[in-house]
Nanobody, 127 residues
Framework: QVQLVESGGGLVQAGGSLRLSCASS????????MGWFRQAAGKEREFVAT????????YYADAVKGRFIISRDNAKNTVYLQMNSLKPEDTAVYYC????????????????????WGQGTQVTISS
């Protein structure tokens, strides 16, 4: 069983930055594609970013492209989400997720492809 623990959320002003981390307990972290999703109050969970098991392929939602950067450190079993130029509409609970099929498929933007999820970390952007 893989456990994912997010950290780094908080309250920042618009235009600021935050760096989210997601640490995995699994020994096979390097085999997984990893994704970040978010869910704002009253809205459905939405895709934010994903990264392949090698780190060589990354996809971003249009809403965050050019502002957010996803990265991973397989030696530390950790995936990161650097968030810059934050906007009030970025306010949400952010979840990381792991796809066990990471070596077999391109990283997915669909939440249904992911097998393991963290508990989420709150990000609040004030205007």
């Amino acid at each position: 069983q893989v456990q994912l623990v997010e950290s780094g959320g908080g309250l920042v002003q618009a235009g600021g930055s935050l760096r989210l981390s997601c640490a995995s307990s699994g020994r096979t972290f390097s085999n997984y594609a990893m994704g970040w999703f978010r869910q704002a109050a009253g809205k459905e969970r939405e895709f934010v970013a994903t990264i392949s098991w090698t780190g060589g392929t990354r996809y971003y939602a249009d809403a965050v492209k050019g502002r957010f950067i996803i990265s991973r450190d397989n030696a530390k079993n950790t995936v990161y989400l650097q968030m810059n130029s934050l906007k009030p509409e970025d306010t949400a609970v952010y979840y990381c997720a792991a796809d066990r099929g990471g070596r077999d498929y391109a990283p997915s933007v669909k939440s249904s492809r992911y097998d393991y999820w963290g508990q989420g970390t709150q990000v609040t952007i004030s205007s």
